[in-house]
């Protein structure tokens, strides 16, 4: 997530290339991720979690040998990009699945939560450590790294036990066509309305948000604040700090609220601290204006997958989880498409105040719709 815009910057210096490379990276959710939840429901989900990291790692492998026999191609890198986010699908859906086959009902938002904060303290660590290390092994290597961690993610997901057995078991994995099951589980969001208005709104705030943060923002250090890789990773350290804050508040406080207004009130700080970026011109108020807006990021994603996983049944929630996937990460593929053409056009910091007025309406639309406020009651 750190290296690859870098990358692309550092060897097109185009904008745009760096916004159709991003793509390549989000489309294959645009592509996979339906038919990826009707897998995650038909078969063992730790062992699809397996097939997923060992695939990814195999693939950010061989970026790194094209890399180090002087490969330059955007077209080769985005391919591979493509690729490892093609086995991605498949990880989340099927994590956020298994999640509460391992504990009871009323501790999934403590456990969502502490398992926002890991990854969140990678997230902290990731970029400070690839400030350093970019000095010391260069850019090439972060990505052997990357590689590198899919093997502790294998062998972690090994230890897992489960607390009760999937409902995926119950009937055989090829009792009826994946077409047939893709159906059922659009029929299933299609009957529960107030569900399928949570993935709607979710897919039009990632459509505003997601594009900002993933290709906006090294763009934002590269021209406004005019620093460097370095700058850049520090930014996105202070986002993980804030994220890490956040999701302690939504462990420590946020299991006492509605879910659903713990989400929405969110997405309203998430777009209004995107907005603010247009006053701001100072490395030290992106730190900390980021730091606020990392806080919101939890509430959003802890409190929307403890109200799937507590509403929706285990057979079905293979199926709703790559939904998800496909309205946050694909709404990313072209959000981010669309970012490099307009910051050709437009300063970023006017993009940033229009996309994140828009992300806060949708705050507010979700706080102001009564199904979607009553799906946890």
Known sequence: MIALPWLILELTGSKTTTSLIAVCAYLPAVLFSLPAGVIVDRFNRR???????????????????????????????????????????????????????????????????????????????????????????????????????????????????????ETI??????????????????????????????????????????GPAMIGTPIFVREVLQMKFAAYATIEAFMAGGMIIGSILVWRIGKNFNPSLVLFIGMI????????????????????????????????????????????????RGRIFSMVNLSVIGLTAISSGLIGPFAEILSIGTIFLVIGIGAALCGIIGLNHRGMMKLIV
């Open 269 to 316: 700080m998430d777009g209004l601290t995107y907005s603010c970026l247009y006053f701001i011109h100072t490395y030290s108020g992106t730190k900390l204006l980021i730091l606020i807006h990392g806080i919101g990021i939890p509430m959003i994603t802890i409190s929307r997958t403890t109200i799937i996983q507590k509403v929706v049944p285990d057979r079905f």
């Open 169 to 210: 078991g119950k009937k055989s994995p090829h009792s009826h066509p994946h077409l047939h099951d893709l159906k059922e589980g659009l029929n299933y969001v299609i009957r529960k309305r107030p569900l399928a208005s949570l993935l709607l709104l979710t897919a039009v705030n990632n459509l505003f948000i997601m």
């Open 47 to 165: 062992a699809v979690m397996i097939f997923s990291d060992a695939a990814r790692m195999i693939t950010i492998a061989g970026l790194v040998i094209f890399l180090l026999n002087d490969g330059v191609s955007p077209l080769v890198i985005g391919t591979i990009a493509f690729i490892v986010a093609s086995f991605s699908t498949l990880f989340y859906p099927a994590r956020d699945s298994l999640i509460p086959s391992l504990i009871p009902k009323q501790s999934l938002t403590s456990a969502n939560a502490f398992i926002s904060t890991s990854g969140q303290f990678a997230h902290l660590a990731g970029p400070v450590i690839a400030g350093v290390l970019i000095t010391l092994v260069g850019l090439t290597h972060l990505f052997t790294l990357d590689a590198i961690s899919f093997t502790a993610s294998m062998i972690c997901i090994l230890f897992i036990v489960q607390r009760k057995k």
